[in-house]
């Protein structure tokens, strides 16, 4: 009896499959990670992003249209349990403590605001264009900051105010995101009051699709005890059913799965939720996250809007500087302590990407016209984001690895 093989075409296009995309891009991305952590100052990240550059569209153009889009599920996944942990950060009885970190954050995300739109009005830009810029900048990347604070494993003041500004800094942005709409709709001639309704619908179904989840969930909770590998699968799994029928609702993510973490961390007054470690299956989507960033990379998109990548990561740091140095000395912090705090939150690009997707539904044309400017700010600080947050993270003397 002999042995038959199936004849191959290699002439034919290579037609990409979910678990052949999937392996690959872990395994490059594991690649590029190892050599570039062969330099101390480098975090990861950078090497996620270096393979999917190369594999992108500005390299050779193996990830993009149909094949890019395709890793929006991953992306997903992995955006939902970066914001769950970070939201855990979050405990409103510290804050009332910290009462100045609040204030911190309310009063930087203003700066941001007025500083941002103000220069790109200043060099030309339209004026809503440049309003929806300052809105997108108040938010800082939340997984860059989570994944080298995991990374470093640091535990201390400016590690602990570094993760709460950025949960706290998408939820505001996120909620301005919404407030701006119909000045955005405005513009393209369309039913400001439709407008209004669908913002109120997507930050108030938002809220209430995280409360009723955690109202799911804890008697599950509670069910199963306190059995970290049980507790770990049920979260996984309610986080799961949580992001598809926000899609199903067409309610943000983002928004959804941070209200849920805040939630979940403050109400659970008898500690049944455990604090999980989601160790390598965060690691899992991380991969395919920054990889997927890197491949939307474009050189020339950088070169279109250069000085106005410019202008505007300026802005938003001096803002960024003002807010936290306004309230250090009444916060007991150290100005050094204020200045690594403002290095750790030069990092916002993802978490722009994810606020655009919450406005294109609504007006793709002002869309449009704010993408070249949010990619070339991609291109300069996903590179330069996780070098700032390690490097601040490791001068704070609050890192636990040698």
């Known amino acids: 009896m002999g042995w038959f093989f199936p004849s191959f075409n290699f ?10 995309l999937f392996g690959s891009l872990l395994l490059f991305g594991l690649i590029g990670a190892h050599l570039v952590t062969k330099m101390r100052w480098v975090p990861r990240l950078t ?3 270096i393979v999917g550059f190369i594999l992108g569209e500005g390299g050779l153009n193996i990830l993009s249209g149909d094949v890019l889009k395709s890793l929006n599920v991953f992306a997903d996944i992995a955006v939902a349990l970066v914001v769950y942990q970070l939201g855990r950060y979050v405990d409103i009885g510290w804050l009332r403590r910290e009462r100045w970190l609040l204030a911190t954050v309310l009063v930087s995300s203003l700066l941001c ?3 941002v739109s103000s220069a ?3 060099l030309g830009m339209s004026h809503i264009v440049a309003m929806l810029a300052g809105i997108l900048s108040i938010a800082t990347a939340p997984a860059v900051v989570l ?3 995991r990374d470093l494993r640091a535990e201390g003041q400016v590690t602990r105010r570094l993760a709460v500004m950025t949960a706290l800094n998408n939820v505001v942005a996120l909620l301005a995101t919404y407030m701006l709409l119909p000045m955005v709709i405005r513009e393209d001639d369309a039913s400001i009051w439709n407008l209004i309704w669908q913002a109120i619908y997507a930050v108030g179904g938002s809220f209430l699709l ?3 989840t955690y109202l799911l969930m804890m008697p599950l909770v509670r069910l199963f005890g306190r059995q970290r590998g049980r507790q770990f699968v049920l979260v996984i799994a309610v986080m799961a059913l949580a992001i598809g029928a926000a899609h199903a609702l067409n309610l943000p993510v983002l928004l959804t799965m941070l209200t849920f973490a805040i939630v979940s961390k403050n109400l659970d007054f008898r500690f049944d939720l455990m604090e999980l470690e989601f160790g390598p299956t965060n690691e899992l989507f991380i991969v395919m996250l920054f990889v997927a960033v890197g491949a939307s990379m474009r050189w020339s998109d950088l070169s279109t809007v250069g000085v106005a990548v410019l202008v505007l990561i300026a802005a938003r740091l001096a803002a960024m500087g003002c807010g936290v140095f306004l309230f250090a000395r009444v916060a007991r912090m150290k100005w050094s302590q204020a200045g690594l705090i403002v290095l750790g939150t030069l990092p916002m690009t993802e978490a722009g990407v994810g606020l655009m997707q919450a406005i294109a539904h609504f007006s793709p044309h002002t869309t449009a016209a704010v993408v070249p400017l949010l990619a070339g700010c991609l291109i300069v600080l996903e590179f330069c984001g996780p070098l700032a947050v390690q490097f601040a993270l490791l001068k704070s ?3 636990g690895r040698e």
Request: glycine share 10%; hydrophobic share 55%.
């Open 47 to 49: 090497g996620y992003l």
């Open 210 to 212: 995280a409360y009723v």
């Open 113 to 115: 605001f007025i500083f």
């Open 397 to 399: 003397g609050e890192s």
């Open 11 to 20: 002439g034919q296009t290579m037609h990409w499959n979910a678990l052949l």
């Open 147 to 149: 994944v080298v604070l």
């Open 120 to 122: 790109l009005s200043w």
